[in-house]
């Protein structure tokens, strides 16, 4: 249901929705004028809107006005149905001063039009002097000699404080009528505010407003819904959603009132279920409740060039006026743009300078419809140029996105190969895969063996080996049909090759070196290469040359950035200096590992866990017990997705976190860890020297008690804290005051560490203790988890 209302957008008449739709609650109330005046004017327009009970209450924007009087100016600016309208109502129901209501149309840009309807406004708060009110009424008043100073000084005299609103200010363009709302402003009389209420920012110098003395600016930020009044909009509509389907609403619509009255509406007649994760997403900017709404409150108005502009460039994602002129071919966009934003046409800027902006998001799917159905020949063509002008620019992520919009394939497979291991080492696996995934076919993978090959490179270190596999494979096909634009490839199909080990650690450093040397200082791959070389020296059993390569291989992941390379280099370090019993080496390399770890966001990928089990191994030597089992538990979480797709490091990180199991008395853990490496060596048998490292962990499990204690695994924190006291002279009691508990719990507790490390007394505790490791120097060792201080430590 509508009502015709004028305006002075276009001349004539517009209808505008009313109730929920105008300004989600508003409808009109009359005011009653006391007397007659010697003019006409529209009652209507001076109505005070009434709130509907079933309107949502925005009591903390309301409780912002009411306490708002140090701002006499107070600008409330927002496109259609964001509840402008709606918390002026309320505050004007809920605030103790007398309000005065103008709802503007064009016909206020002629003053003295304008001038009777402020006049018949304020008229009932204050009384105003017959002889201005005459005036008024006159064939021709004299606004700025007569009627302009006498109102103003009545105004300044006034000692009652009021408000007066003025909504859809932002319809006035007229000199005449501008200088006299910023006349009224500058002569309010004390505590008393007028609110500038419109869709586009009012033509008054609002910046000099901001200098000149307290402005409250209200926006979409302030208007946009919570949480809980979008669920109490929702529930007025009888639709419900759970906590999923909310948030998803609001991300979509950005809070916006209307966006959330128009997508109940539309579930509601659709009469669906949307209970489920998914509801409230099903409404886009092509539901027709919402295109009609935009059209009519928004659209209808504009321009056929304005329509364009906005259609066009709703390819872009953010848009700035170089970025426009390029898609659009033309060198104007600056003055469309701030048309646009002046016009508050949901579009929101992103920098505080105004060159960059987006749209809203549902707006932005009703122009990309609107573009996919008036000239979908254009939308391949806009998205290419907008490729084309951010791969120029040096962004290549975002001229990846328009790459595969415009389904440029060659484009997005050279951009994707040229970022893809700066975007993996950087901790961003899940969105390199996004970009992968458009190529996830055979045919397309052969065409482009590079994507092919980095695909390989991350289903391998995500833990999928017949993905890796048949990636590789295609990249192997692909590079074999092709005698130009591979050469770059297969260097990295050797890579890839050797890393996942299928043919034994000779031909594994064979297909390394191979790729190495036809990768130059500074290639992106080199230091894969050497890892993978420095891998398979360690399979071959020459741990010294091993180390060599590795620590280059480390140096040159530095220089390049490669930084999961590097944590997986380091790692392999320090367990060789581990094995050769340079515990101080051991702990420098895995603390370096650690923290790059922690600084470029690698803690979740699988590479990650040798560096963590390392770590763990080197704080067991020191007695730091609690630490060591939160880096095994660390490494733990890593391992469902170290799979046999790169055999030599899920076997390594299961026999170090197997070791540092048997340190610690969990016989099952390592069984565990031994059950693992076994079932690895079934599908990729030949590893070299890693074999005896199966034999090693299988004969320290052998050695531990079968039905045995659990040692340092089973001892709680307060129980690791009390060992190290217990090697003093110390009683029972005198260590309770230390620890702040009583003799009682003491006992208790040293009962319970005796039972554990199968003693039946003190000094055969200590003695078990010290042959565990479970006390010893008081040292740490800082890591990227944190200090490691005495409190976490058993020493």
């Given at each position: 249901m509508v009502v015709l209302e004028p305006t002075g957008r276009l001349r004539g008449y517009r209808a505008r929705p009313i109730g929920a739709l105008r300004d989600a609650g508003a409808k009109p109330v009359l005011?009653?004028?006391?007397?007659?005046?010697?003019?006409?004017?529209?009652?209507?327009?001076?109505?005070?809107?009434?709130?509907?009970?079933?309107?949502?209450?925005?009591?903390?924007?309301?409780?912002?006005?009411?306490a708002a009087g140090a701002f006499p100016p107070v600008v409330v600016v927002a496109p259609a149905g964001y509840g402008k309208t709606t918390v002026l109502a309320q505050w004007a129901a809920k605030d103790a001063r007398p309000f005065a209501w103008l709802s503007i149309d064009g016909r206020d840009n002629d003053p003295v039009v304008l001038l009777r309807h402020l006049a018949a406004a304020l008229d009932p708060i204050d009384p105003i002097e017959p002889r201005v009110l005459e005036a008024l009424g006159s064939q021709a008043p004299s606004l700025w000699d007569s009627v302009m100073p006498r109102l103003t000084a009545h105004l300044a005299s006034g000692e009652s404080p009021f408000v007066l609103v003025l909504d859809d200010v932002d319809l006035l363009e007229a000199d005449d009528a501008l200088a006299i709302i910023a006349a009224l402003i500058e002569n309010l009389p004390h505590r008393s505010m007028v609110a500038l209420a419109g869709r586009a920012q009012p033509k008054l110098p609002v910046a000099s407003l901001r200098v000149g003395g307290p402005l409250l600016e209200i926006g979409t930020f302030e208007l946009a819904l919570s949480r809980r009044e979008a669920e109490i909009l929702l529930r007025a509509c009888a639709v419900e959603l759970d906590e999923q389907g909310i948030a998803e609403l609001l991300q979509r619509t950005e809070g916006?009132?209307?966006?959330?009255?128009?997508?109940?509406?539309a579930a509601r007649d659709c009469r669906e279920s949307v209970d489920s994760p998914a509801g409230g997403a099903h409404v886009g900017g092509d539901d027709r409740y919402l295109a009609d709404y935009i059209e009519a409150e928004s659209?209808?108005?504009?321009?056929?060039?304005?329509?364009?502009?906005?259609?066009?460039?709703?390819v872009l994602e953010n848009m700035c006026g170089p970025l426009c002129d390029a898609v659009l071919e033309r060198d104007d966009a600056v003055v469309a743009l701030a048309a646009i934003e002046r016009l508050n046409l949901f579009v929101v800027p992103l920098d505080r300078h105004r060159e960059w902006y987006r749209y809203h998001r549902l707006f932005r799917e009703l122009l990309r419809r609107k573009l996919a159905d008036e000239?979908?020949?254009?939308?391949?063509?806009?998205?290419?140029?907008?490729?084309?002008?951010?791969?120029?620019?040096?962004?290549?992520?975002?001229?990846?996105?328009?790459?595969?919009?415009?389904?440029?394939?060659?484009r997005a497979a050279r951009i994707l190969s040229s970022v893809a291991l700066q975007v993996h080492s950087s901790g961003r696996a899940a969105t390199l895969e996004s970009w992968l995934r458009p190529f996830d076919d055979d045919e397309q993978l052969e065409q482009y063996p590079a994507v092919a090959v980095t695909g390989c490179r991350t289903h391998a270190v995500r833990g999928r080996p017949e993905e890796a596999e048949r990636w590789l494979e295609a990249a192997e096909r692909g590079a074999a049909s092709r005698r130009k634009g591979v050469a770059s490839v297969r260097p990295c199909i050797a890579v890839m090759r050797s890393a996942m080990c299928a043919r034994g650690p000779a031909q594994m450093r064979t297909d390394a070196v191979a790729a190495r040397s036809k990768l130059r200082r500074g290639a992106?791959?080199?230091?894969?290469a050497l890892l993978v070389e420095g891998a398979a020296a360690i399979l071959l059993g020459n741990d010294g040359k091993a180390d060599s390569i590795l620590?280059?291989?480390?140096?040159?992941?530095?220089?390049?950035?490669?930084?999961?390379?590097?944590?997986?280099?380091?790692?392999?370090?320090?367990?060789?200096?581990?094995?050769?019993?340079?515990?101080?080496?051991?702990?420098?390399?895995?603390?370096?590992?650690?923290?790059?770890?922690?600084?470029?966001?690698?803690?979740d990928y699988s590479t990650s866990a040798l560096a963590l089990a390392a770590s763990a191994r080197a704080m067991l030597r020191h007695g730091m017990w609690e630490k060591a089992r939160h880096q095994l538990t660390l490494a733990g979480n890593l391992l469902p997705r170290l799979t046999y797709a790169l055999p030599?490091?899920?076997?390594?990180?299961?026999?170090?976190?197997?070791?540092?199991?048997?340190?610690?008395?969990?016989?099952?853990?390592?069984?565990r860890m031994l059950e693992e490496v076994r079932a690895i060596f079934g599908v990729k048998p030949k590893l070299g020297a890693l074999s005896a490292g199966v034999d090693a962990l299988a004969d320290e499990i052998d050695d531990m008690p079968a039905d045995g204690p659990n040692g340092s695994s089973a001892l709680t924190a307060a129980e690791l804290r009390l060992l190290p006291l217990l090697s003093t002279h110390l009683s029972f009691r005198e260590i309770g005051e230390r620890l702040f508990v009583s003799r009682n719990t003491i006992k208790t507790q040293a009962i319970s560490v005796y039972r554990k490390l199968g003693v039946s007394s003190r000094s055969e505790a200590i003695a078990r203790a010290s042959e565990l490791g479970l006390i010893g120097p008081k040292e740490?060792?800082?890591?990227?988890?944190?200090?490691?201080?005495?409190?976490?430590?058993?020493?």
């Open positions: 005011v009653e004028l006391e007397g007659s005046l010697p003019f006409d004017v529209i009652e209507s327009k001076l109505a005070i809107p009434d709130v509907r009970r079933d309107s949502v209450s925005r009591t903390a924007l309301v409780n912002r006005l009411r916006w009132a209307a966006g959330i009255f128009l997508t109940a509406l659209m209808s108005e504009l321009s056929p060039e304005l329509h364009e502009f906005l259609r066009r460039t709703s000239e979908p020949e254009l939308v391949r063509v806009l998205n290419a140029r907008a490729a084309e002008w951010f791969e120029a620019r040096g962004d290549p992520e975002s001229a990846l996105g328009y790459a595969y919009a415009a389904g440029d394939s060659d992106t791959w080199r230091a894969s620590a280059e291989a480390a140096l040159e992941a530095d220089r390049i950035g490669s930084n999961e390379t590097r944590v997986v280099a380091l790692g392999e370090r320090a367990v060789l200096a581990g094995a050769r019993g340079d515990h101080q080496e051991a702990e420098a390399l895995a603390v370096e590992a650690c923290d790059l770890m922690g600084e470029t966001e690698l803690k030599w490091l899920a076997v390594q990180v299961r026999l170090e976190v197997g070791y540092a199991c048997v340190t610690m008395r969990d016989r099952k853990g390592a069984q740490q060792l800082v890591t990227s988890v944190g200090p490691l201080d005495a409190s976490n430590s058993a020493a």
